[in-house]
């Protein structure tokens, strides 16, 4: 079973450019979370979406970001314009549910956005 | 303010030596869960802890929730340098919340 994939691994684009970020959550996990790194900081919540909807989004810095679920499958973030805070590594997550209440989270590889 | 505080944040160690790595918080959390993250990687679960005092054991890796569920521990026995890696705790605030808190992490380093 193939695990949570993100496109692309490594992207670089200069300040007020757009860069969209994808996620391929585990097939059936109906569950998809963002998260980020940036530099020297842990990892914090952006945003959780049940199917299509979105379940919480209190992690989002700022209207400069947008996530989408189409149809309850891939998911993209995209950051537009983006600024050099926005540099960091993306972390996309998904679950199928929970077992007590408890939701356990599998991580894709990541993606490194560059903001120069 | 940091919610969940890792200890140590660099450990350097020789191949079977022993070693404990810390995750302490204020804060009660419904479940915990330990991470291991390599370069260029996600971070790749090992294990959740739910029930305050819950001991479990992944070969060579034992994690402990403490009694009150504020914090969390992981020790590893007689270390290879496979376990080398980045350790992460993350906990969750309330029950059926998806929402994870990440500690600042432990970079383990085991010389052969």
């Known amino acids: 079973e193939a695990g949570v994939t993100q496109f692309p691994s490594h992207s670089v684009i200069e300040k007020g450019q757009t860069v969209t970020l994808r996620c391929d959550p585990i097939s059936g996990h109906d569950n998809l979370y963002w998260y980020r790194r940036v530099m020297g900081k842990e990892i914090k919540f952006l945003l959780h979406?049940?199917?299509?909807?979105?379940?919480?989004e209190s992690g989002m810095p700022n209207n400069r970001f947008l996530a989408e679920r189409t149809g309850g499958t891939y998911s993209t973030l995209k950051v537009q314009p983006a600024e050099l805070e926005d540099s960091g590594v993306y972390f996309c997550?998904?679950?199928?549910?929970?077992?007590?209440?408890?939701?356990?989270?599998?991580f894709g590889p990541g993606t490194r956005l560059t903001v120069t | 303010t940091q919610l969940l505080e890792q200890s140590p944040q660099f450990l350097s160690i020789q191949e079977g030596e022993n070693l404990t790595v810390y995750c302490n918080s204020s804060s009660v959390f419904s479940s915990l869960q330990w991470y291991r993250q390599e370069p260029g990687e996600g971070p790749v679960l090992l294990v959740t802890?739910?029930?305050?005092?819950e001991v479990k054991k992944l070969k060579r890796l034992t994690f402990q929730f403490g009694d009150a569920r504020k914090d969390s521990s992981l020790h590893i026995t007689a270390a290879q340098p496979g376990d080398t890696g980045l350790y992460l705790c993350a906990g969750a605030r309330g029950y059926n919340t998806d929402k994870l808190i990440f500690g600042t992490g432990t970079r383990l380093q085991v010389f052969p």
């Open positions: 997550a998904s679950s199928q549910g929970s077992y007590r209440g408890i939701y356990e989270q599998y």
């Open positions: 979406f049940v199917k299509e909807s979105k379940q919480d």
């Open positions: 802890v739910v029930t305050g005092g």
